[in-house]
């Protein structure tokens, strides 16, 4: 299953992706052999990730705020506890906070320390996300990130950058789209994008190509 | 440890570079290393502060050429060895010479993998009242432990404001150590921009950290 992947090899040669693969499942086999873990449990992690997490459990919660304003103040005062109540979208830990873009401040996630990141609301966080330019880059000049997305604030609006350097998670409530005026939930979640809830992007805007 | 991960502010490393439709793995071997970190994380073989130390402790260049999970891979294997879970031996030979360990929380079977998929709590109860409140000016401590920490050096010596007080949380500088958890208050603190990178700096920003109580002084 999970070696189905397509193959992108990056900065890697070949040689030291095969030495890697032969040492992973080296590392495997002694967990299994020494009886610590099962590898069918293995498997079942894999697929959990695969499919139960993503930026539309994320989504559906901004969409949420933006129709329901009681909902949104909830989610603003305490976030795991206004997602927890939720049914369909739990399991988010008792450490998540919301914070707003407004037409005064743009916010921006990042862990500088490794690559903390929402993963119960996003999923699992991208490479760039990981690496080293987005995290020694968004704390000193978030602008010059935004650029590389191809985003721009104007200078007027305060950028708030939030380091994740504990265990508490941080989730950006992006500003609703203008001529959403009447739409669903389900209508609205449809706009919201990972990177506009990480604060590098912004929601996609009604009748633009997605 | 004033390492390489601590990258904060560093320069040099060039553009952010945003792959389109990023497929959640890029090899095979990638998802087995997440699943193994999180599996023997959950056997209890180690937690997450510690497994976080031991990514930090690769040596810098390895470190900064090596990719996500293959730091996860390199990290997982050294601490295993090192807490005496398996030998280098069994490593180089891909197979086990002697029985396993006791795990604190048992084989990781398909009964626990439901429990992987709910973030861990971090929260403790108080061992004392918090020292500071929304509002109040705080110092980063100048500290340099060689050690664990969660405090950025980007920050060390600034002046900032405490915004948000999460409770008290496990302290990852003990906990990365095994030496506890030694609960500390969390807060939010925020910082200026110019303050942080001088004159040059955006006017525009203010970048916060989560700081436990030990990396703050009243200002």
């Known amino acids: 299953m999970s070696h189905d992947h397509d193959h992108h090899h990056h900065d890697h040669d070949h040689s030291e992706l095969s030495e890697t693969e032969l040492r992973v499942r080296a590392l495997e086999t002694v967990l299994t052999e020494k009886g610590y873990v099962e590898p069918a449990a293995l498997d079942a992690i894999i697929q959990a990730y695969e499919t139960k997490i993503g930026p539309h459990n994320g989504a559906r919660v901004v969409a949420k705020a933006w129709t329901d304003a009681s909902f949104k103040k909830a989610l603003l005062e305490d976030g795991s506890k206004a997602i927890g109540t939720l049914g369909h979208v739990s399991r988010v830990g008792d450490h998540l906070v919301v914070v707003e873009n407004t037409p005064k401040r743009h916010n921006m996630v990042v862990c500088t320390l490794c690559s903390c990141y929402p993963w119960e609301m996003l999923g699992l966080p991208p490479v760039w996300y990981k690496a080293s330019p987005y995290r020694s880059r968004a704390v000193k000049d978030p602008r010059g990130v935004l650029a590389d997305f191809g985003v721009s604030v104007p200078n007027d609006i305060e950028i708030r950058v939030w380091d994740s350097t504990a265990e508490t998670r941080f989730l950006v409530l992006p500003m609703r789209p203008a001529g959403t005026e009447g739409w669903s939930e389900e209508q609205l979640a449809e706009l919201v994008t990972r990177d506009s809830m990480i604060g590098t992007g912004f929601p996609k805007t009604p009748g633009a190509p997605s | ?219």
């Open chain 2, 1 to 219: 440890m004033n390492g390489v991960h601590d990258m904060g502010g560093m320069d040099g490393f060039g553009k952010v570079e945003p792959e389109a439709n990023e497929p959640m793995f890029h090899e095979g071997w990638e998802s087995r290393v997440l699943a193994m970190v999180r599996a023997m994380g959950a056997a209890g073989a180690f937690n997450i502060d510690t497994s976080r130390f031991y990514r930090e402790t690769l040596p810098p260049d390895v470190y900064l050429s090596s990719s996500y999970y293959k730091k996860w891979f390199l990290g997982l294997e050294e601490m295993l060895i090192e807490k005496g879970y398996l030998t280098r031996e069994e490593v180089a030979a891909g197979h086990a010479m002697t029985p396993g360990k006791a795990l604190k929380h048992g084989k990781f079977d398909l009964a626990n993998v439901d429990r992987v998929m709910v973030r861990g709590k971090f929260a403790r109860p108080a061992p004392a009242p918090a020292k500071f409140k929304i509002g109040d000016r705080v110092r980063a401590k100048n500290i340099h432990p060689t050690t664990h920490t969660r405090l950025p050096r980007y920050v060390r010596g600034h002046v900032g404001v405490v915004e948000l007080n999460h409770g008290c949380q496990v302290f990852p500088d003990t906990a990365a150590m095994e030496r506890g958890e030694h609960p500390q208050w969390l807060y939010t603190v925020v910082f200026e921009g110019r303050d942080l990178w001088g004159e040059d700096g955006d006017p525009t920003l203010k970048v916060s950290i989560d700081a436990f109580e030990p990396y703050l002084d009243p200002a």
